[in-house]
């Protein structure tokens, strides 16, 4: 196929579901506008108004959120499907003197969280749990102690959730992690004013004794969903595609650099600043000659932790083999994504194969054909999508309705990229 047109990706998601709990613990009411529609993001709505913050409808438009000091829910707190609601939140309830519930849906249910709840308990948070190392669990905060901590996994909600802790605890905290995680916590509560600095990697945040402000907050498009329109560009046999307003922090960028290593360049243009966070705007064509395959370093990672299902789809069209390193941490997000890409990338007649905490895949040129199993997770859905836009490609999902937990117009907008104007159509 061929692309044209320009595309505005949704609202970042981490920055979402961010903005809406330090606005939910703001005094006065936060106006947030580009905020991600997505079912995740409605996820952590809904828990917030569970513990009385008054959060308008997440749709189109801007919503607000009248803070207030949050009181004990009636009932449990369903996180759906979204690991950073769950984890984020029990940061926010460790500072806080009543019980609550957290639960969430089948997949979420089996993803690990101990890696919160160690260093919360360690804060002096009280949580019981029901099922071992899973969701449910009962968390009951109060008093809580400083915390010096080295998170054993690169995880940005870990680094968030004890964050929120010192905040809600009013305590200082001081985390250091294996390799630099996203940033978009840090960020916003330095743009909030927060005492917050970063030596050598330590990050140290000493709440501030006043409550936060209210604010107002423009959100960034979210690069991973626009990595996978990207990917189409790169992949298409022609034309031109400007995806607009796509955030760009460092922390999340891994995705553009590994694009670059395999040979085709995105450029960035319009430059811009929005509440702390860098935007830019990106022009994709497709790649001037065959991708070539890369060595993705463990230090990458966390840069580019969601894209790894679209660098293997686009992997598995360049010359040679590529190598993710140390990319355990894909077993346990929303489905067991590392045996799940290899599976997959097999059933279409591409040779991957997940061994230890590597994953390895090599390129082929033959048309991708066969079904694919996402689990409902919505980025194996959408990664193979686009495998599906190769010419002769017969892929088959075997759902699409999970896109709408973090890109509910995933769909309209990969169609609104093809040009038509060849006269050749595409099914
Ligand atoms: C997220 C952090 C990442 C990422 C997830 C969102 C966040 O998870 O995979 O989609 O908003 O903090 P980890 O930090 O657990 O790797």
Redesign the pocket.
């Known amino acids: 196929m061929k692309v044209r047109g320009t595309v505005r990706p949704p609202g970042d ?2 920055i979402s ?1 961010r903005a809406l709990m330090l606005a939910a613990l703001a005094r006065g009411t936060s106006e947030l506008s580009g905020l991600l529609t997505g079912e995740d993001v409605k996820s952590t709505a809904r828990v917030l108004r569970q513990l009385g913050a008054d959060v308008s409808s997440v749709g189109a438009g801007t919503v607000t959120v009248r803070g207030s000091r949050l009181s004990t829910p009636a009932s449990r707190l369903h996180c759906g499907n979204s ?2 609601s769950a984890r984020l939140l029990l940061g926010v309830l460790a500072g806080q003197r009543f019980p609550a519930t957290l639960t969430g849906d089948a997949s979420l249910r089996r993803r690990p969280m101990r890696r919160v709840t160690e260093p919360l308990r360690a804060m002096g948070a009280h949580i019981e749990e029901a099922q071992g190392d899973a969701l449910p669990l009962t968390i009951r905060g109060g008093r809580l102690h400083a915390l010096t901590y080295t998170t054993p996994v690169a ?3 870990v680094k ?1 959730a004890l964050l929120f802790a010192g905040l809600t605890g009013s305590v200082a905290v001081t985390i250091r992690e294996p390799y630099r ?2 940033d978009h916590t840090e960020r916003l509560l330095l743009h909030l004013g927060q005492n917050l600095r970063d030596d050598n990697g330590a990050i140290s945040y000493q709440p501030s004794a006043v409550k936060l402000p209210a604010f107002r907050l423009s959100i960034p498009g979210d690069a991973s969903s626009a990595a996978f329109l990207l990917a189409a560009a790169v992949l298409a046999e022609g034309g031109e595609l400007l995806v607009e307003h796509v955030g760009v922090n460092p922390t999340r960028t891994g995705f553009l650099v590994v694009l670059e290593r395999m040979g085709a360049h995105v450029e960035r243009v319009n430059l811009r600043d929005e509440g702390g966070e860098p935007v830019a705007d990106l022009i994709a064509r497709p790649a001037p000659a065959a991708l070539r395959g890369t060595e993705i370093a463990a230090a990458e990672v966390p840069t580019l ?2 894209e790894v299902p679209i660098l293997a789809v686009l992997a598995s069209r360049a010359a040679g083999e590529t190598s993710f390193r140390e990319v355990g ?1 894909l077993r346990v ?1 929303e489905s067991n994504r590392l045996e799940l890409i290899a599976a997959n990338l097999r059933a279409v007649g591409v040779e991957s194969e997940a061994r230890g905490n590597d994953l390895f895949v090599r390129g082929t040129t033959q048309p991708p054909r066969g079904r694919i199993e996402t689990a409902r997770d919505h980025r194996l859905a959408m990664a193979f999508a686009v495998l599906g836009t190769l010419p002769g490609a017969d892929v088959r999902l075997s759902e699409r309705a999970s896109v709408a937990i973090s890109y509910p117009r995933f769909f309209a907008d990969l169609r609104s990229l093809r040009d038509t104007r060849t006269g050749k159509r595409e099914a």
């Open positions: 998601k981490s579901h690991g950073t995880s940005a909600q968030s995680s996203r932790v969601d941490e997000k």
